[in-house]
């Protein structure tokens, strides 16, 4: 089946400093990525839509200049948390949609997620 | 609009009886449907999806779901539980159009006792 990688796994930074998170398609070409957040005991909540080769469609109440959203090519997406606070903390995980077997049913394949804590 | 609801924040069964997770969804469209789960510290894994055929899906690990247009519902079951089975499981919508996002109900948590 279709499998996405996320990297890191696991990142711990300061407050005030930048990280960076990728999202890859491993086997397939991935025209339409998403992001969500996830806070814990929680359900997932869809931060953006990220499109290849144009600006990524973000959900209301999401600040898009803090949550920068990169789709550079058909495999890989970045989610870029700028200017981190603990607030930001959370579980980020990606999604990709596989546009060969994109079958009415919008099958998409999830990344085993980012944990990200601010200190 | 879509919505979903997860009727059960927590569910508790004992290992080898039936599980029950309630999903209502509401959808201007004709939906597609879907339930994940999501072990502890792991990836959310595809159980099984609805996309307009057969109303009485079968997924993995024995789990199988019900689409009922006429209850807006699309409850998961499984006939006897496996303490494997222990994970926060997601009912999940979406409408079909191009482009959409899924659209997450707010997760089930089943215990599994021996």
């Known amino acids: 089946g279709a499998v996405v990688s996320q990297h890191p796994s696991w990142v711990i930074c300061k407050s005030g400093t930048s990280v960076k998170i990728e999202c890859r398609s491993l086997?397939?070409?991935?025209?339409?990525m998403f992001w969500y957040r996830q806070f814990p005991k929680q359900s997932l909540m869809l931060m953006a839509t990220?499109?290849?080769?144009?600006?990524?469609?973000?959900e209301q109440g999401v600040e898009k200049d803090k949550f920068l959203i990169n789709h550079a090519s058909l495999t890989l997406s970045t989610l870029t948390v700028t200017s981190a606070h603990p607030e930001d903390s959370s579980f980020y995980i990606c999604s990709a949609r596989d546009p060969i077997k994109g079958d009415v049913g919008e099958t998409q394949y999830f990344g085993p997620g980012t944990r990200l804590l601010v200190l | 609009a879509q919505s979903v609801t997860q009727l059960d924040s927590h569910v508790s069964v004992s290992e080898g009886t039936p599980v029950l997770l309630r999903c209502n969804y509401s959808?201007?469209?004709?939906?597609?449907l879907f339930w994940y789960v999501q072990h502890p510290n792991k990836g959310l894994q595809l159980l099984l999806k609805?996309?307009?055929?057969?109303?009485l899906v079968k997924g993995i690990n024995g789990f199988e779901a019900e689409f009922k247009k006429s209850e807006t519902s699309f409850h998961l079951t499984k006939p006897s539980a496996h303490m494997s089975d222990a994970a926060e499981y997601f009912c999940?919508?979406?409408?079909?159009?191009?482009?959409?996002?899924?659209?997450f109900g707010k997760g089930t948590t089943l215990s599994v006792s021996s």
């Open positions: 990220s499109n290849e080769g144009s600006k990524a469609t973000y």
């Open positions: 086997d397939f070409q991935a025209t339409t």
């Open positions: 959808s201007s469209y004709s939906p597609s």
């Open positions: 609805y996309t307009s055929a057969a109303t």
């Open positions: 999940v919508v979406t409408d079909n159009q191009a482009g959409t996002a899924l659209i």
